[in-house]
């Protein structure tokens, strides 16, 4: 069985064009990384941050970035338990789970020396709810070292978009727009 993987392996890696082949793979480490989300309510604002469940990222040689996110909905975890109670049942969490964006950016190259950034925007689709919608996420991407990368961006999505009913406090909704803000750290590799 093992053989037979790794042959299939080798098959798929040899038919790659030489410029896939050269791509570099990235795992992003699930322990330094967070999903944090902010909702403003009249009185005050409220975040929640989870740590990605999955994450993958390929750097191509001519500069393409794929990013591939997801989290558990059930992990936001805002310190007040009530509050995650209430956004676990406005955000239907047992129908729907995950939360996960892949997306593009282009024009990514590593820095001749270490540390460097890059800024980048990455288009593509955002599924939360049920729902899949286009995305633009700025980002700034730091190359930490060769082995390492650090994705930091932020970006807005309307909750009525996603047919989700806006929570409610002292009678009065959250507002529709809810910030995302990725940190990711990828590693090389793994």
């Avoid at 040689?61 to 995650?84: C, E």
């Amino acid at each position: 069985m093992i053989a037979r993987r790794l042959v299939l392996s080798a098959a798929l890696l040899f038919a790659l064009p030489a410029a896939a082949q050269n791509a570099k793979m990235y795992s992003v480490k699930k322990d330094a990384s967070s999903l944090t989300y902010k909702l403003i309510h009249k009185m005050h604002t409220v975040s929640g941050k989870a740590p990605p469940s999955e994450g993958k990222a390929v750097l191509k040689p001519d500069g393409t970035l794929q990013v591939a996110v997801r989290a558990q909905v059930k992990d936001f975890d805002s310190q007040n338990s009530n509050r995650d109670t209430h956004m676990l049942e406005v955000t239907e969490a047992a129908k729907y789970p995950l939360v996960e964006v892949k997306a593009v950016g282009t024009g990514v190259k590593p820095p001749a020396t270490f540390p460097g950034s890059v800024p980048v925007t990455l288009k593509g689709k955002l599924t939360f709810h049920g729902v899949t919608k286009d995305v633009e996420i700025p980002m700034t991407v730091k190359f930490d070292s060769a082995k390492q990368v650090t994705a930091d961006g932020s970006f807005k999505i309307s909750l009525e978009g996603y047919n989700i009913e806006r929570p409610t406090l002292l009678l009065v909704k959250v507002e529709d727009e809810l910030v995302l803000e990725p940190h990711l750290v990828f590693t090389e590799g793994t």
